[in-house]
């Protein structure tokens, strides 16, 4: 006990790992948790957005769409990487869900988890069009961008030093998502629609940032692996995505 309760004065204190051999057991589940979490949505995410590809009106989005499946699965494998040298079977991860699955588009599961893989919400609803995937690609890749960055100083070296690579490509993603739906609606797209798609993908996405009271959390921060709470990184995301949807004529919904 007094060794765990050293352990854990020492990461909240910003002390580092770099190793799989340095760390406790419980360090060991906090950690292969979060890990879970980020491989499965990305696997999710990119495989939902590889049938948007076709959805693209021109060879350029979707040279654009289809370089972003790509490096999606690349973060997702990079991060696998580090979970097997804690012992995962990494072997199958790929078939291991039916990745490309979606729900019905009216369920809303809020933060309630489905059974099964891990990823965010989120990546369980369906894309209706190109509209709705810039559209979402705009507000998840702004979500994700404030969760990589509070994610890339966690306390496990090769982990951060891996999200400090992955922030800014996913920064990357997210831009080229404001720029595709600005480019949908100079063109002409009715923007009642794409206003209907922001009410859909809003609340969604915030609640990818989770529950203000967590275990977790809780266990996350004692660990290092985290710093802020969820409430703090949501008002960042909020307040970040409004400012992305001003500058496109569109309105922030009230709700999320």
Not at 52 to 78: C, D, N, W, Y
Not at 217 to 239: F, H, M, P, T, V
């Amino acid at each position: 006990m007094d060794d765990e309760v050293s352990f854990e004065s020492y990461l909240a204190s910003g002390g580092k790992l770099s190793s799989p051999d340095n760390a406790s057991s419980r360090y060991r589940g906090e950690l292969m948790r979060l890990m879970a979490v980020f491989v499965d949505s990305e696997m999710a995410g990119a495989s939902g957005f590889a049938d948007s590809i076709t959805l693209a009106p021109g060879i350029k989005e979707r040279m654009i769409a289809a370089r972003i499946v790509l490096e999606k699965f690349g973060h997702a494998q990079r991060v696998l990487d580090i979970m097997e040298q804690f012992g995962a079977n990494t072997t199958r991860y790929a078939n291991h869900h039916p990745w490309a699955n979606r729900l019905h588009r009216n369920v809303d599961l809020g933060t309630k988890r489905v059974d099964g893989d891990m990823r965010l919400n989120v990546f369980h609803y369906p894309i209706n069009d190109w509209c709705d995937a810039v559209t979402m690609n705009t507000l998840m890749g702004s979500a994700t961008v404030i969760q990589l960055e509070e994610l890339s100083a966690c306390s496990y070296q090769p982990l951060a030093d891996a999200f400090v690579d992955i922030l800014s490509i996913e920064r990357r993603h997210a831009e080229l998502g404001e720029s595709g739906l600005r480019k949908l609606l100079a063109n002409g797209y009715d923007r009642t629609s794409a206003q209907g798609s922001v009410n859909y993908w809003y609340p969604r996405v915030a609640a990818t940032f989770g529950r203000a009271a967590s275990d977790h959390i809780d266990a996350y921060k004692r660990y290092g692996l985290r710093q802020r709470s969820n409430e703090d990184l949501l008002a960042s995301w909020k307040e970040n995505a409004s400012r992305i949807l001003c500058r496109l004529g569109l309105e922030t919904p009230r709700a999320g």
